[in-house]
C-alpha cells in the first residue's frame, strides 16, 4: 500500500521561505498527479497547486501563484513544494496526496493522502 509523507514544515516569519517534500513509500511516482493542499483550523482543506509527475504539467491556486513552486526531483524521487514570500495567512498543516487525473484540484480526486506538516508564519 502506498504512504505519502511530507516533510519540511516549520516556523518561518512572514516574507520568508520553506520547502516541503513528499515522498512515496511502497512505490515510485509515475503517471501520477501529486497535489498540495492545506487546512487552517476552522477552514476547509484547500488546493494550493499540484504537477502531473510523467509530463511536469503544473497548476496553482490563485492564492499562491507567482509565490509558490511545485517541482518534482528525479533523483530524490520527491514532489516538493517551494513557498516564497510568505504570509501569515498561509500558516495551515500541509497535506500532499496522489491521484490519477490531470488537471485536479478537487479534493476528491485524490486517493491518497499524507498525514500532512504544520507551517507556521508569523508576523
Known amino acids: 500500500q502506498v504512504q505519502l509523507v511530507e516533510s519540511g514544515g516549520g516556523l518561518v516569519q512572514a516574507g520568508g521561505s520553506l520547502r516541503l517534500s513528499c515522498t512515496a513509500s511502497?512505490?515510485?511516482?509515475?503517471?501520477?498527479?501529486i497535489g498540495w493542499f492545506r487546512q487552517a483550523p476552522g477552514k476547509e482543506r484547500e488546493f494550493v497547486g499540484a504537477i502531473r509527475w510523467s509530463f511536469g504539467f503544473t497548476r496553482y491556486a490563485d492564492s499562491v501563484k507567482g509565490r509558490f513552486t511545485v517541482s518534482r526531483d528525479n533523483a530524490k524521487l520527491t514532489v516538493d513544494l517551494q513557498m516564497n514570500s510568505l504570509k501569515p495567512e498561509d500558516s495551515a498543516v500541509y497535506y500532499c496526496?496522489?491521484?490519477?487525473?490531470?488537471?485536479?484540484?478537487?479534493?476528491?480526486?485524490?486517493?491518497?493522502w499524507g498525514q500532512g506538516t504544520q507551517v507556521t508564519v508569523s508576523s
Open positions: 511502497g512505490r515510485t511516482f509515475s503517471s501520477d498527479t
Open positions: 496526496a496522489m491521484g490519477s487525473v490531470w488537471p485536479a484540484g478537487d479534493y476528491d480526486q485524490y486517493k491518497t
